[in-house]
């Protein structure tokens, strides 16, 4: 047993030294600060593998933790994962469960890895549709690691874009008119006609109520399962985002796919940040 173990144990050194070298070279050149990915294809992965639905979601749950210490290695400090969209709730209620079991226990492996690394955990997405457990889980972790910086890990759950957006603009809406209300109460000589511009919602107030105001617009967005839609996925993030779709469901996402993804992007490095100065 011990003969069978070394030869795979030395495999796995090298294969890791491999990796940290690619890596290395990598970052030599123009880097994206944030990744994005739809997690797409997790059923496909065990239905082709002859494996139960609920063992592709624990494949691609450990494919994302994989794809953390990546960008982690790579010094790409923003990952963003759409694991659980509202639309999914339309699911069959067992596969259902098996994703809220799976977003707990990958609640308790990061609370076990922030206590080692300085990683932010932020969940986004209209949280109330969550038990009132996974709930409450999510609000302490997101409070536990709030002030790290070193890396941001935001995981999407009951999210879409359109609610972001609306959310958004009730929240402006409200803090306008709470503003508006207690400045009027508190300043007898209060004008109206000279706090009409005060009151209007800009584009700053909007985006600093968003479910994604934690970090920068994604540099690219990866979609697996060779799928090409945005499936109402960080669609006002993403005007200037690269968008790489890959013919491999996201449990078998790796370190080479994603290097080659990088690639990709420094290859149009240029093109991308003039695109950004035009706005």
Request: hydrophobic share 35%; aromatic share 10%.
């Amino acid at each position: 047993m011990e003969e069978e173990s070394l030869p795979r144990k030395i495999f796995t050194v090298c294969k890791t030294l491999v990796r940290k070298l690619v890596f290395r070279v990598l970052r030599a050149g123009p880097m994206p600060s944030h990744i994005a990915v739809i997690m797409d294809g997790n059923r496909r992965y065990a239905k082709r593998n002859r494996l139960n639905e609920g063992a592709g979601h624990d494949a691609g749950a450990m494919a994302l933790f994989y794809l953390i210490t990546y960008c982690y290695e790579l010094g790409i400090k923003y990952i963003t994962a759409y694991a659980f969209s509202t639309d999914n709730f339309r699911r069959k209620p067992q596969e259902v469960g098996k994703i809220m079991s799976l977003l707990r226990e990958s609640m308790a492996l990061l609370t076990k890895i922030t206590k080692h690394q300085p990683v932010r955990v932020h969940f986004a997405g209209n949280l109330e549709l969550l038990s009132a457990e996974l709930r409450d889980g999510a609000r302490k972790l997101m409070e536990a690691t709030a002030d790290y910086s070193k890396i941001v890990v935001t995981i999407c759950v009951c999210y879409c874009c359109s609610d972001e957006i609306l959310n958004s603009v009730e929240e402006s809406v409200l803090e306008k008119y709470y503003n508006h209300s207690y400045i009027r109460d508190s300043h007898n000589d209060y004008d109206d006609n000279n706090n009409d511009r005060k009151d209007t919602i800009t584009l700053v107030d909007i985006e600093k109520h968003m479910y994604m105001a934690v970090t920068p617009e994604p540099d690219i967005l990866i979609r697996t399962a060779h799928e090409h839609r945005l499936s109402n996925f960080l669609q006002w993030q993403t005007s200037y985002t690269q968008l790489a779709s890959l013919p491999i469901d996201f449990p078998e996402l790796n370190s080479w796919q994603l290097t080659w993804v990088i690639l990709d992007f420094q290859r149009n490095y240029d093109y991308l940040a003039r695109k950004k100065l035009q706005r």
